[in-house]
Protein backbone atom coordinates (compact mmCIF):
# COMPACT_ATOMS: atom_id res chain seq x y z
CA UNK A 1 0.00 0.00 0.00
CA UNK A 2 1.42 3.28 -1.05
CA UNK A 3 2.82 5.31 1.43
CA UNK A 4 0.43 8.50 2.65
CA UNK A 5 -2.48 6.94 0.51
CA UNK A 6 -4.84 6.83 3.39
CA UNK A 7 -4.67 10.52 3.92
CA UNK A 8 -5.27 11.35 0.34
CA UNK A 9 -8.44 9.68 0.47
CA UNK A 10 -9.04 12.08 3.01
CA UNK A 11 -8.48 14.78 1.30
CA UNK A 12 -9.37 13.91 -2.46
CA UNK A 13 -13.59 13.77 -1.35
CA UNK A 14 -12.88 17.23 0.18
CA UNK A 15 -11.81 18.92 -2.73
CA UNK A 16 -14.51 17.21 -5.16
CA UNK A 17 -17.17 18.74 -2.20
CA UNK A 18 -14.97 22.03 -2.71
CA UNK A 19 -15.30 22.14 -6.65
CA UNK A 20 -19.32 21.47 -6.55
CA UNK A 21 -19.77 23.92 -4.09
CA UNK A 22 -17.53 27.12 -6.48
CA UNK A 23 -20.48 27.45 -9.47
CA UNK A 24 -22.94 28.00 -6.38
CA UNK A 25 -21.32 30.65 -5.03
CA UNK A 26 -20.69 32.63 -8.55
CA UNK A 27 -24.45 32.26 -9.23
CA UNK A 28 -25.13 33.73 -6.03
CA UNK A 29 -25.44 37.22 -6.98
CA UNK A 30 -26.50 41.20 -5.17
CA UNK A 31 -29.46 42.95 -6.55
CA UNK A 32 -28.57 44.52 -9.77
CA UNK A 33 -29.36 48.18 -10.74
CA UNK A 34 -32.53 47.69 -12.58
CA UNK A 35 -34.02 45.39 -9.89
CA UNK A 36 -33.73 48.26 -7.29
CA UNK A 37 -35.37 50.98 -9.47
CA UNK A 38 -38.31 48.58 -10.22
CA UNK A 39 -38.56 47.97 -6.12
CA UNK A 40 -38.33 52.10 -5.56
CA UNK A 41 -40.87 52.57 -8.38
CA UNK A 42 -43.37 49.81 -6.74
CA UNK A 43 -42.61 51.47 -2.90
CA UNK A 44 -43.48 55.14 -4.66
CA UNK A 45 -46.87 54.16 -6.73
CA UNK A 46 -47.61 52.80 -3.12
CA UNK A 47 -46.73 56.13 -1.39
CA UNK A 48 -48.67 58.41 -3.96
CA UNK A 49 -51.78 55.79 -3.54
CA UNK A 50 -51.99 56.86 0.52
CA UNK A 51 -51.23 59.67 0.05
CA UNK A 52 -54.55 60.11 -2.63
CA UNK A 53 -56.25 58.44 0.18
CA UNK A 54 -55.03 60.89 2.99
CA UNK A 55 -56.41 63.88 0.71
CA UNK A 56 -59.69 62.20 0.02
CA UNK A 57 -60.11 61.51 3.82
CA UNK A 58 -59.09 65.59 4.43
CA UNK A 59 -61.91 66.45 2.19
CA UNK A 60 -64.69 64.05 3.43
CA UNK A 61 -63.73 65.39 6.92
CA UNK A 62 -63.80 69.05 5.98
CA UNK A 63 -67.51 68.55 4.09
CA UNK A 64 -68.45 66.85 7.37
CA UNK A 65 -67.57 69.52 9.42
CA UNK A 66 -68.95 72.17 7.07
CA UNK A 67 -72.61 70.67 7.19
CA UNK A 68 -72.44 70.31 10.90
CA UNK A 69 -71.72 74.36 11.11
CA UNK A 70 -74.92 74.70 8.24
CA UNK A 71 -77.09 72.67 10.47
CA UNK A 72 -76.25 74.51 13.53
CA UNK A 73 -76.66 77.96 12.33
CA UNK A 74 -79.52 76.64 11.02
CA UNK A 75 -81.34 75.20 13.96
CA UNK A 76 -80.10 78.80 15.52
CA UNK A 77 -81.90 80.64 13.21
CA UNK A 78 -85.24 77.96 13.84
CA UNK A 79 -85.11 78.07 17.66
CA UNK A 80 -85.18 82.47 17.26
CA UNK A 81 -88.11 81.74 14.82
CA UNK A 82 -90.34 79.65 17.43
CA UNK A 83 -89.30 81.71 20.25
CA UNK A 84 -90.91 84.68 18.48
CA UNK A 85 -93.36 83.14 16.37
CA UNK A 86 -96.19 85.95 17.05
CA UNK A 87 -93.97 87.44 14.27
CA UNK A 88 -92.28 84.52 12.38
CA UNK A 89 -93.53 86.60 8.98
CA UNK A 90 -91.15 89.09 9.98
CA UNK A 91 -88.34 86.86 9.60
CA UNK A 92 -88.74 85.65 6.09
CA UNK A 93 -85.88 87.17 3.70
CA UNK A 94 -86.62 85.08 0.33
CA UNK A 95 -83.80 83.58 -1.71
CA UNK A 96 -82.43 86.20 -3.76
CA UNK A 97 -79.03 87.52 -3.17
CA UNK A 98 -78.22 91.14 -1.88
CA UNK A 99 -76.43 93.14 0.41
CA UNK A 100 -78.71 92.60 3.29
CA UNK A 101 -78.92 88.91 2.58
CA UNK A 102 -77.62 87.10 5.54
CA UNK A 103 -74.07 85.75 5.04
CA UNK A 104 -73.24 88.83 3.02
CA UNK A 105 -72.61 90.84 6.22
CA UNK A 106 -74.59 93.86 5.48
CA UNK A 107 -77.23 93.45 8.47
CA UNK A 108 -74.74 92.98 10.65
CA UNK A 109 -72.47 95.91 10.49
CA UNK A 110 -75.47 98.05 10.57
CA UNK A 111 -76.36 95.69 14.06
CA UNK A 112 -73.25 96.66 15.25
CA UNK A 113 -73.24 100.41 14.70
CA UNK A 114 -76.31 100.36 17.26
CA UNK A 115 -76.84 101.92 20.28
CA UNK A 116 -77.26 99.12 23.23
CA UNK A 117 -81.19 100.12 23.07
CA UNK A 118 -80.93 99.72 19.37
CA UNK A 119 -79.42 96.25 20.30
CA UNK A 120 -82.11 95.55 22.66
CA UNK A 121 -79.52 95.24 25.32
CA UNK A 122 -80.72 97.79 27.80
CA UNK A 123 -84.06 98.33 26.96
CA UNK A 124 -87.48 95.95 25.91
CA UNK A 125 -87.57 95.73 22.34
CA UNK A 126 -91.25 95.21 20.50
CA UNK A 127 -91.42 91.66 18.61
CA UNK A 128 -90.70 93.31 14.90
CA UNK A 129 -87.40 94.88 16.07
CA UNK A 130 -86.20 91.63 17.92
CA UNK A 131 -86.90 90.09 14.86
CA UNK A 132 -84.59 92.16 12.71
CA UNK A 133 -81.59 92.18 15.31
CA UNK A 134 -82.30 88.27 15.01
CA UNK A 135 -81.53 88.13 11.35
CA UNK A 136 -78.71 90.56 11.97
CA UNK A 137 -76.82 88.20 14.59
CA UNK A 138 -77.50 84.91 12.36
CA UNK A 139 -75.68 86.95 9.46
CA UNK A 140 -72.51 87.73 11.61
CA UNK A 141 -72.79 83.84 12.66
CA UNK A 142 -72.77 83.28 8.39
CA UNK A 143 -69.47 85.42 7.66
CA UNK A 144 -68.27 83.71 10.59
CA UNK A 145 -68.24 86.31 13.23
CA UNK A 146 -68.42 84.32 15.88
CA UNK A 147 -64.44 83.94 15.89
CA UNK A 148 -61.76 85.56 14.74
CA UNK A 149 -58.09 85.32 14.11
CA UNK A 150 -55.61 88.07 14.82
CA UNK A 151 -57.89 90.83 14.19
CA UNK A 152 -61.46 91.43 14.01
CA UNK A 153 -61.91 91.50 10.59
CA UNK A 154 -60.04 88.12 9.94
CA UNK A 155 -63.00 86.14 10.55
CA UNK A 156 -62.60 82.56 10.62
CA UNK A 157 -66.02 81.16 12.33
CA UNK A 158 -68.19 80.47 9.36
CA UNK A 159 -68.19 78.42 6.52
CA UNK A 160 -67.02 78.76 2.71
CA UNK A 161 -69.40 80.86 0.70
CA UNK A 162 -72.39 80.66 3.22
CA UNK A 163 -76.12 82.15 2.94
CA UNK A 164 -78.63 81.90 5.27
CA UNK A 165 -82.13 82.20 4.10
CA UNK A 166 -86.04 82.25 4.79
CA UNK A 167 -88.88 81.03 2.94
CA UNK A 168 -92.51 81.06 3.64
CA UNK A 169 -93.08 78.15 0.63
CA UNK A 170 -97.06 78.70 1.23
CA UNK A 171 -98.72 82.52 2.44
CA UNK A 172 -101.37 80.87 4.16
CA UNK A 173 -99.71 77.95 6.03
CA UNK A 174 -97.39 78.78 9.33
CA UNK A 175 -95.10 76.69 7.90
CA UNK A 176 -91.64 78.26 6.93
CA UNK A 177 -88.03 76.96 6.17
CA UNK A 178 -84.50 78.11 7.16
CA UNK A 179 -81.86 77.34 5.02
CA UNK A 180 -78.09 78.08 4.58
CA UNK A 181 -76.04 77.03 1.31
CA UNK A 182 -72.82 77.24 1.18
CA UNK A 183 -69.67 75.75 -1.37
CA UNK A 184 -68.60 72.42 -1.17
CA UNK A 185 -65.02 71.29 -2.22
CA UNK A 186 -65.80 69.52 -5.20
CA UNK A 187 -68.95 68.75 -7.51
CA UNK A 188 -71.15 66.20 -6.28
CA UNK A 189 -74.94 65.39 -6.78
CA UNK A 190 -76.83 69.25 -7.03
CA UNK A 191 -79.43 69.84 -4.19
CA UNK A 192 -83.31 68.49 -4.85
CA UNK A 193 -84.54 71.33 -7.44
CA UNK A 194 -87.80 70.90 -5.66
CA UNK A 195 -86.35 72.72 -2.16
CA UNK A 196 -85.02 75.24 -1.26
CA UNK A 197 -83.35 78.21 -4.12
CA UNK A 198 -80.98 79.08 -0.99
CA UNK A 199 -77.43 79.96 -2.76
CA UNK A 200 -78.42 78.89 -6.02
CA UNK A 201 -76.55 79.97 -9.06
CA UNK A 202 -73.21 81.50 -6.49
CA UNK A 203 -71.11 78.26 -6.32
CA UNK A 204 -70.00 78.15 -9.95
CA UNK A 205 -72.38 74.85 -10.61
CA UNK A 206 -75.16 73.48 -8.81
CA UNK A 207 -73.21 69.95 -8.01
CA UNK A 208 -70.96 72.00 -5.88
CA UNK A 209 -73.70 74.09 -3.98
CA UNK A 210 -74.25 72.53 -0.54
CA UNK A 211 -77.58 72.99 1.30
CA UNK A 212 -79.40 71.95 4.44
CA UNK A 213 -82.76 73.26 4.66
CA UNK A 214 -85.26 72.89 8.32
CA UNK A 215 -89.25 73.12 8.48
CA UNK A 216 -90.38 75.41 11.43
CA UNK A 217 -93.63 75.26 12.37
CA UNK A 218 -95.27 78.08 13.90
CA UNK A 219 -98.73 76.78 15.01
CA UNK A 220 -101.11 74.37 13.60
CA UNK A 221 -102.98 75.24 11.40
CA UNK A 222 -106.26 76.78 12.09
CA UNK A 223 -105.44 76.89 15.32
CA UNK A 224 -104.66 79.64 18.15
CA UNK A 225 -101.63 81.83 17.20
CA UNK A 226 -101.08 81.50 13.55
Known amino acids: ?31 TLLEVLI ?48 VAAAYVTGTTDGPNMPGRGG ?4 YQAL ?3 GKCLTA ?10 HLATW ?16 RVGGIIGARGCVERPDATQPIFWVS ?10 APDATGSACGAG ?7 RRLVTLTVGTCVPGGSGC
Open 202 to 208: LYGTAAR
Open 180 to 189: VAWQGEGDTV
Open 139 to 154: DGVLVGASETKDAATN
Open 107 to 110: RFAT
Open 1 to 31: RPVGSRSFRRVWPLALETARMKPAHRSQRGF
Open 124 to 133: DCDAANMAQN
Open 39 to 86: SLLILLIGLLGIAVLMLKGQRASFEGYQRQQALAMAQEMAEKIRSNKG
Open 115 to 117: SDA
